[in-house]
């Protein structure tokens, strides 16, 4: 197992074209000034977060009460963490960094669900019943006995997001930008030093004329002896 990936480690990454890293690049520093302007509210991408965070209870709620009440949230960070792991595979750049910034996107949304823990200010959407919907990190904490830190777990988690969001960007751009030397295969002549010299005949023109002065190889071919005629 280790050699399958140590082999896929060494493979390289697809490459990434100027042009397509400057437009990443841009989409995700846009993104991120977006999620600023947000100041930790709901963003657009946390619709798409929602619907696979309700289907994690649905998912995990066949493994007992417990896992159900976990579910949404690992589910909702399964999902772009397997997809990023099954693009690095596929050793494809983009698709690879997309999945992973995406993954601690998610950490951010985590995050504000905490927060709310005590409080309970969001809105809460559930799937099943609407009477006996409750809210899940308030019954997390409360059941861990961390109630009373809900904001400050929150607040790790969220610079964890920001963490990793931003690592993946500068990985990103270094892996992108990196360029390989490439060795230049050159031709071996070296076979060539063990090619069989033929032999001159008596009376035979040399078949090459040396010299060590330039301009004395036409003199030596003139004064060299001419092969006498054969009938």
């Not at 990443?24 to 509210?41: E, N």
């Not at 963003?43 to 995990?60: M, P, R, S, Y």
């Not at 579910?71 to 990023?84: E, N």
């Not at 959407?125 to 809900?150: C, K, M």
Request: glycine share 8%; aromatic share 16%.
């Amino acid at each position: 197992m280790f050699d399958c990936l140590q082999s896929m480690l060494d493979e390289p990454w697809k490459p990434v074209s100027r042009p397509s890293l400057i437009a990443w690049l841009v989409s995700y520093l846009a993104f991120l000034a977006y999620v600023v302007s947000a100041h930790g509210g709901f963003l657009f991408i946390d619709t798409a977060n929602l619907i696979v965070h309700e289907g994690g209870h649905n998912l995990f709620g066949w493994f007992g009460p417990t896992l159900g009440l976990w579910g949404g949230t690992l589910l909702q960070w399964l999902v772009p963490f397997l997809l990023a792991a099954y693009f690095f595979t596929e050793r494809q750049l983009t698709a690879f960094v997309f999945c992973g910034f995406f993954f601690f996107e998610n950490w951010l949304y985590t995050a504000t669900y905490m927060a709310d823990a005590r409080a309970q200010i969001l809105p809460l959407v559930t799937t099943g019943d609407p009477d006996f919907v409750e809210h899940d990190f308030h019954a997390i904490f409360s059941h861990l006995g961390l109630l009373n830190y809900d904001t400050t777990i929150a607040l790790v988690v969220r610079g964890l997001g920001w963490c990793g969001m931003l690592a993946m960007i500068a990985w990103f751009v270094y892996e992108a930008s990196e360029k390989k030397d490439v060795a230049v295969q050159r031709p071996d002549f070296s076979a060539l030093t063990r090619l069989p010299i033929p032999k001159k005949a008596p009376g035979q023109l040399p078949l090459f004329a040396i010299s060590e002065k330039p301009g004395r190889d036409a003199a030596a071919l003139k004064k060299a002896p001419t092969a006498p005629n054969r009938q």
